[in-house]
């Protein structure tokens, strides 16, 4: 039997703040020998998320934490190498969460197969993957409609840019925040959000006031912090808030005081809910038929930020937290 020898991500040790490269290590394996009922599988791309940030530290939460000295894990797409089950082939392309490595071997059950008529393939880990699927459940729970102002932020981020799309694709008005002039007019041009405004050229409340002279019905948060305290003065009565990340506060080594005006959402009659996309995937479908519906005819743009190389994942990762990303953060393994 071929020896194979797989290059992957490890946990070095838990970050304190935010992560450096000195927490990561690049190490070679050997994998185990292929049996019954295993597929061995080369990845195409893997995917980089802020989620990932709160694996590293100790301690259960709503997912357990990465181990270390052991591989990190995150969603990837890949190509079936070898296949000892009867329900992959060899060129049959599969979805995981074994990225941060080259190769691996596991049992059908943790592969998700995908069609490789949609190109390109790492799709399937943005607007067609869980990603995307976190912006349309978001937007399904806020039970979002025409008549809405919706309000993003992290807007020209992986999620972010398909729930403004979709919010579009809804008749709302789309509002985002992001952090360049060239998100902004990533937001405006080729997004189509209706407003859009950098959080670093001014007070958020004022520059979400110029953008929503009338306040907002929907936030959809992706950041927390100063942005969902401005969002809770501009939302109206019976507003909604979808509580879907904290960025801002991912890698602070304090925790972080509330919204000082938390009492709106007792006034407002405001409705906050939060979610875990894991807990939607009896769904995937009908997600996938819709989504795949968008992305074919063009309604939908899929935005992709791509790192070369397994070698570059840490800083992909790490550039995140500074921005670098527009759209979906994708490493190309191979």
């Given amino acids: 039997m071929t020896r194979m020898i797989s290059r992957e991500i490890r946990l070095a040790s838990r970050p ?3 992560p450096t490269a000195a927490n990561f290590a690049l190490a070679q394996t050997e994998l185990e020998p292929r049996r019954d009922q295993q597929v061995l599988v080369r990845n195409l791309f893997m995917s980089v998320d802020p989620y990932m940030r709160g694996r590293m530290n100790a301690g259960e939460s709503y997912i357990p934490p990465f ?3 052991q591989p990190l894990e995150g969603g990837a797409v890949g190509e079936v190498i070898e296949s000892r089950a009867k329900d992959f082939k060899p060129g049959d392309f599969v979805t995981s969460s074994f990225g941060w490595r080259e190769y691996f071997v596991a049992s059908p059950k943790f592969l998700h197969p995908v069609s490789r008529d949609v190109q390109p393939l790492s799709v399937y880990l943005g607007a067609l993957g869980l990603t995307g699927m976190t912006a349309w459940v ?4 806020a039970d979002v409609t025409a008549s809405d102002v919706v309000f993003i932020s992290g ?3 992986a999620v972010g840019s398909v729930a403004g799309q979709l ?8 509002i985002g925040s992001a952090g360049s002039a060239a998100k902004v007019r990533f937001l405006r ?3 189509g959000f209706d407003g859009a405004f950098n959080y670093k050229d001014g007070p958020i409340p004022d520059q979400l006031a110029q953008e929503a002279p009338d306040g907002i019905d929907v936030y ?13 003065s501009a939302l109206r009565t019976h507003g909604r808030i979808v509580a879907c990340g904290g960025i801002s506060s991912y890698n602070a080594e304090q925790p972080i005081p509330g919204p000082a005006n938390l009492s709106n959402m007792i006034t407002k009659r405001l409705t906050m809910k939060g979610f875990l996309v894991r807990d939607w995937l009896a769904r995937q479908g009908a997600f996938e038929k819709e989504m795949a519906g968008y992305l074919r005819t063009g309604k939908l ?5 791509i790192a070369e190389g397994i070698d570059n994942a840490v800083d992909a990762f790490l550039g995140l937290f500074q921005g670098h990303n527009l759209g979906k953060m994708v490493v190309k393994v191979a």
């Fill in 138 to 141: 978001g937007l399904n729970l």
């Fill in 301 to 305: 743009k899929h935005k992709e930020t």
């Fill in 155 to 157: 807007a020209a981020g």
């Fill in 220 to 232: 959809f948060d992706n950041v927390g912090g100063a942005t969902l305290e401005a969002a809770l």
């Fill in 167 to 174: 919010a579009k694709l809804r008749g709302c008005r789309v």
């Fill in 189 to 191: 041009d080729e997004c």
């Fill in 16 to 18: 304190n703040g935010m």
């Fill in 67 to 69: 181990e270390l000295g």
